[in-house]
């Protein structure tokens, strides 16, 4: 189960990541964000339940996330001024 959301959370950054890559219209970007920001509380829920960070790779799979999301927030920004 803990490796299923891990690598969850690794596969919807990767979407994330392609689907900004095809999107025209800053709102799918902005539904991507959100999908990331959902993902990044499964994974503190995840690792909460767990009591231990499955050898540091939870950590990790929460930063690539929050990395996600930022770059997800300046397309976002980035969208909007264009």
Not at 3 to 25: N, P, R, W
Not at 59 to 67: D, F, G, I, P, T
């Amino acid at each position: 189960m803990k490796k299923l959301l891990i690598i969850s959370a690794f596969c919807l950054t990767f979407v994330a990541g392609v689907a900004s890559s095809y999107v025209k219209d800053w709102h799918d970007l902005d539904t991507a964000h959100r999908h990331i920001s959902e993902a990044i509380a499964e994974m503190d829920r995840a690792r909460a339940a767990n009591h231990f960070d499955m050898a540091g790779h939870g950590s990790k799979a929460v930063e690539h996330l929050h990395r996600a999301e930022e770059e997800l927030r300046l397309a976002v920004d980035a969208a909007r001024r264009e």
